[in-house]
């Protein structure tokens, strides 16, 4: 099983990025997948899921400024995040709840 994210980068505060996480080497369908990310010296947070029906959950944080979404047939789970504001700045990991299988993580810089 391979969870492959990326996308991150720097941008701006009020900007936009999308991070992908692309999957292989499972039946991507029939599971539920989460965001998570990690900032200098903190612990690792969930940002969001997205179940394998498409029902998504956001973290109080996000809510409103991300979006989790999914296309089974490309087996790729999309995070769409706007309105960046600096403590957004983290690693962000592709996770399987349930399983061991995290994304190598994407770095996400938000600064002027």
């Known amino acids: 099983v391979q969870l ?6 720097l941008v701006q505060p009020g900007g936009s990025l999308r991070l992908s996480c692309a999957a292989s080497g499972i039946n991507f369908r029939i599971y539920a997948l989460g965001w998570y990310r990690q900032a200098p010296g903190k612990q690792r947070e969930l940002v969001g899921t997205i179940s394998n029906a498409g029902r998504t959950d ?31 700045t983290a690693v962000y990991y592709c996770h399987i709840p349930g399983t061991n299988y995290w994304g190598q993580g994407t770095q996400v810089t938000v600064s002027s």
């Open 4 to 9: 492959q994210a990326s996308g991150g980068g």
């Open 58 to 88: 956001y973290a109080d944080s996000v809510k409103g400024r991300f979006t989790i979404s999914r296309d089974n047939a490309k087996r790729t789970v999309y995070l769409q995040m706007n309105s960046l504001k600096p403590e957004d």
